[in-house]
């Protein structure tokens, strides 16, 4: 099946998307309990911040890496989510790849910043880089997301 290319026009995104980018994945339990919060969202493009704690560290000042993983993985799922309209008739999502190159020690709050590179009607393959308060890449990833029919 030929995919359409991610979409340049960075308007206003379908309702569709919006609701289910701030209530499903903002909202969702785990989202919630890592204060994950959305910054900007756009079509085919979302970019989260996540608040350092001492509590999401593994050891002193240093993030656990799959609290940033968690922090791609949503990015993705968003950035997949930013694209629909109701006439993809999408009834879910799921992570079907995640790959995270760690680059630096996420010690301060991060910001990730999911762009949807190619969309099909049954998925999506998105770039995520994540960054440190200074602009410093701390990660690159490639997020492979299912959308369900």
Same mark, same amino acid.
């Given at each position: 099946?030929?995919?359409?290319?991610?979409?340049?026009? +960075?308007?206003?995104? +379908?309702?569709?998307?919006?609701?289910?980018?701030?209530?499903?994945?903002?909202? &969702?339990? @785990?989202?919630?309990?890592?204060?994950?919060?959305? @910054?900007?969202?756009?079509?085919?493009?979302?970019?989260?911040?996540?608040?350092?704690? +001492?509590?999401?560290?593994?050891?002193?000042?240093?993030? +656990?890496?799959?609290?940033?993983?968690?922090?791609?993985?949503?990015?993705?799922?968003?950035?997949?989510? &930013?694209?629909?309209?109701?006439?993809?008739?999408?009834?879910g999502?799921?992570?079907?790849?995640?790959?995270?190159?760690?680059?630096?020690?996420?010690?301060?709050?991060?910001?990730?910043?999911?762009?949807?590179?190619?969309?099909?009607?049954?998925a999506?393959? &998105?770039?995520?880089?994540?960054?440190?308060?200074?602009?410093?890449?701390?990660?690159l990833?490639?997020?492979? &997301?299912?959308?369900?029919?």
């Open positions: 099946m030929a995919g359409r290319p991610a979409s340049p026009d +960075h308007g206003r995104m +379908h309702t569709l998307a919006r609701t289910w980018i701030d209530d499903v994945l903002a909202g &969702s339990p @785990v989202t919630r309990a890592l204060g994950i919060e959305v @910054v900007a969202a756009a079509p085919e493009e979302v970019t989260l911040r996540l608040a350092f704690r +001492h509590d999401l560290t593994t050891v002193p000042g240093v993030l +656990h890496g799959g609290v940033v993983a968690t922090l791609v993985d949503v990015a993705g799922a968003a950035a997949s989510a &930013s694209g629909l309209t109701p006439g993809d008739a999408a009834t999502g799921a992570t079907t790849q995640l790959d995270v190159s760690y680059a630096g020690a996420a010690g301060s709050d991060l910001t990730a910043t999911a762009t949807v590179l190619r969309r099909t009607r049954s999506t393959h &998105s770039q995520v880089v994540v960054r440190d308060l200074d602009g410093e890449v701390v990660a990833a490639q997020v492979t &997301s299912r959308i369900f029919h």
